[in-house]
């Protein structure tokens, strides 16, 4: 392999990695760019790793992964020619207990210096923390939508697999980083070299940004009767304000004892128990993958007051919302 090409400037990615970093995002990402240089036939992309300390990062599954330097260090090569083209935060798990004013300021700083930013998984947080997606497109884990879309509501966020807003980069994580790494590959070495990059991962496709992260409803739920997964789609867009029956019947054109009926038979429940579950579930992910309060929480998942919302939790869970993030986070540093 030659060790550069006149036509392709090196371009060096800085992947600073924060505490319990998820592993498969951060792997997809560095593997893309190692592919892409063996595929080009020359060094197109270097890499090097970050942590806040210069200390090793553990990542969420426990391993442990050295690092080339610390913040301090990136920062020194900034004036000089080894200086970053891209910076990637790669996030995890409890990511807002993770971030700190280190690492916010520093990508505020490589931004103000001209340096392009990006997200993995959890990663948009780190960025939305640092001022800079106010009225930016990003992409973030399904599971942190919810916590991350009440945080920052400036910010414009969405359930894509991935968005690249100018010199702002973000993904949701696991394989869809494979998918950004892969578009921006593109830009830089064509469709070519993508597609042999697909072939050594034994991968068909790049998929695009606007692609769903989660399977559609029919396919999540097994439900296959059209009237059925439109009431729940209306309730899923309906947490913060739940619709009475009255009004999910009105909007899809049915009698509330045909709507009844419809979910007795196909979910084996009541359309209002149906409806308790999908908040209860949104509030479990909103406790587990964000630091809002609880009674936020119920605000957020439609609940009248914390203390109704503790007893439906519990009734469900056979634990109180506190005992559940108190749990997870035993869990975490264990």
């Not at 399977?215 to 304000?241: D, F, K, S, T, Y």
Request: glycine share 8%; hydrophobic share 45%; aromatic share 6%.
């Amino acid at each position: 392999m030659n060790s550069h090409s006149p036509q392709h400037p090196l371009r060096t990615v800085a992947f600073l990695l924060a505490p319990n970093f998820t592993m498969v995002a951060f792997s997809a990402a560095i593997e893309a760019l190692r592919l892409a240089n063996r595929v080009a036939g020359f060094r197109a992309y270097d890499w090097r790793l970050v942590s806040e300390t210069g200390e090793p990062a553990r990542a969420s599954n426990g391993v442990l992964v050295a690092v080339d330097g610390a913040i301090a260090d990136e920062r020194a090569l900034l004036a000089t020619p080894r200086r970053a083209s891209l910076v990637l935060v790669c996030g995890g798990v409890e990511i807002e207990r993770n971030t700190t004013g280190a690492m916010t300021g520093f990508v505020r700083e490589v931004h103000a210096r001209g340096v392009a930013v990006g997200g993995l998984c959890t990663g948009a947080y780190v960025i939305a923390s640092a001022g800079l997606l106010s009225g930016r497109r990003c992409a973030i884990h399904w599971e942190n939508l919810p916590g991350f879309a009440e945080l920052f509501p400036d910010a414009e966020v969405y359930a894509d697999l991935y968005e690249i807003d100018g010199d702002i980069h973000t993904c949701a994580g696991g394989t869809a980083t494979l998918d950004m790494m892969l578009a921006l590959i593109g830009r830089d070495l064509g469709e070519e070299a993508v597609n042999r990059i697909c072939e050594q991962l034994l991968t068909d496709r790049v998929r695009e940004a606007g692609d769903r992260q989660r399977l559609p409803l029919r396919a999540r739920l097994g439900v296959h009767n059209g009237r059925v997964l439109e009431i729940i789609e209306l309730m899923e867009a309906n947490l913060a304000e739940p619709l009475s029956l009255l009004e999910i019947a009105d909007r899809v054109r049915l009698s509330r004892r045909q709507i009844e009926r419809l979910f007795r038979q196909e979910m084996g429940r009541s359309p209002a128990r149906y409806y308790l579950e999908i908040r209860l579930d949104h509030a479990r992910n909103l406790l587990l993958q964000s630091a809002m309060p609880v009674v936020e929480v119920a605000v957020a998942c439609g609940f009248v007051s914390a203390s109704h919302f503790s007893k439906c939790y519990r009734e469900a869970y056979a634990k109180s919302p506190l005992q559940e993030r108190a749990e997870r986070r035993q869990l975490l540093v264990a």
